[in-house]
DNA sequence: CAGCATCCTACAGGATACTG
DNA sequence: CAGTATCCTGTAGGATGCTG
């Protein structure tokens, strides 16, 4: 399978630290982003449904998350000046859009995992 | 949540911590494990071959990425009792039909790196 | 050549308590 | 309500040296 032009796996950039797919990577494998984003996909959230919908994040790891997400334009943090305050998060067009390639993920996930947790259990008995 | 039925992001799996997405981010959201499987996406190599292909990663480490990669069964191993010794490592099927899903990441990440990098510095300045 | 054994450190993530 | 402020721990990843 010597060459498959066109394929993102013969640009070779992987091997670069600062490639593209390694920074996006490095974003959606940590713990709570797909969860955040998947949950804001439907919608627009206050800080405490995203809370309430994660169940057992620590705030301050789930203000992390979100800053991150702010940062990186894939996320608006809207804040209304009112007592008690309120603050909505929602999906940026942008963050939408990485909605398909993490389907893409989760459908592969969903079809092969079986095959995964198999593999895994015959490699641990022998 | 509302309700956007064939979606992967509607099964409200994620918030499981088993879940088969978590479960195949925790794999790919590694450090080496996406670069492995795209240097042996065109071929068998061995684990030196391996090794200057990535450059830079501590043997102990690549060997515990291609370890997991066995166990998941994504990838083979086979040691020839020569001398010196010399160990095989190529894809299964299993570990080919990966190379899709990585191949959505990987594009929509070559499409809006840019888009996230411009957020990122515009973000910084305030 | 293809690793194991050992030691080490940075940092993601968490627990808990407090506040504008 | 939506966070900060602190403190703490597990572990991924790395550096170095040795071996069948």
């Known amino acids: 399978m010597v060459t498959e032009q066109g394929s ?8 670069d630290p600062d490639c593209p797919t390694r920074l996006v ?24 449904q995203l809370r309430a919908g994660i169940g057992g994040v620590a705030p301050k790891v789930l ?21 008690p305050p309120k603050v909505i998060y929602e999906l940026t067009e942008l963050g939408h859009s990485l909605r398909a390639p993490v389907a893409a993920i989760a459908d592969w996930s969903e079809r092969n995992v079986n095959r995964i947790l198999a593999a895994r259990t015959a490699h641990d008995q022998a």
Do not use: M, N, S
Not at 8 to 15: N, P, V, Y
Not at 25 to 48: N, Q
């Open 8 to 15: 993102a796996f013969e640009r070779g950039k992987l091997t």
């Open 25 to 48: 990577l490095d974003r959606i494998g940590d713990k709570w982003t797909v969860l955040v984003v998947t949950l804001l996909a439907d919608g627009p959230l206050r800080f405490t």
């Open 63 to 83: 203000t992390q998350t979100l800053r991150a997400l702010e940062r990186d334009g894939l996320v608006t943090r809207t804040a209304y000046p009112e007592i």
